[in-house]
Nanobody, 120 residues
Framework: QVELVESGGGLVQAGGSLKLSCAAS????????MGWFRQVPGKEREFVAA????GQSIYYVDRFTISRDNAKSTVYLQMNKLKPEDTAIYYC?????????????????WGQGTQVTVSS
């Protein structure tokens, strides 16, 4: 059974940084694209960043950096210069395929999310 567990969320002041982690278990994901999305209550889940097996990445927020450690089956999201509008629940996701994608419907496995709150 595939499981994704996010961690690293919390409360931070505007201008600060946080690093989210997402550990995957249940199978090997070294060849799969992995991504981060975020959602604010009442709004649709939106794409943040994605990375494929060889480190190629795409971003919606250029203050953030996505990385992965295939040996640990973990994907990270380094978030810098955080703003109050970055406040959301952040979800990691994994595709069965290896091609980068930015639509949530293109991802097959999801974590439960971790709350990020940025105070002004």
């Amino acid at each position: 059974q595939v499981e994704l567990v996010e961690s690293g969320g919390g409360l931070v002041q505007a201008g600060g940084s946080l690093k989210l982690s997402c550990a995957a278990s249940g199978r090997t994901f070294s060849n799969n694209a992995m991504g981060w999305f975020r959602q604010v209550p009442g709004k649709e889940r939106e794409f943040v960043a994605a990375i494929n097996w060889n480190g190629q990445s795409i971003y919606y927020v250029d203050r953030f950096t996505i990385s992965r450690d295939n040996a640990k089956s973990t994907v990270y999201l380094q978030m810098n210069k955080l703003k109050p509008e970055d406040t959301a629940i952040y979800y990691c996701a994994v595709r069965r395929g290896s091609i980068l994608a930015s639509q949530q419907g293109q991802y097959d496995y999801w974590g439960q999310g971790t709350q990020v709150t940025v105070s002004s």
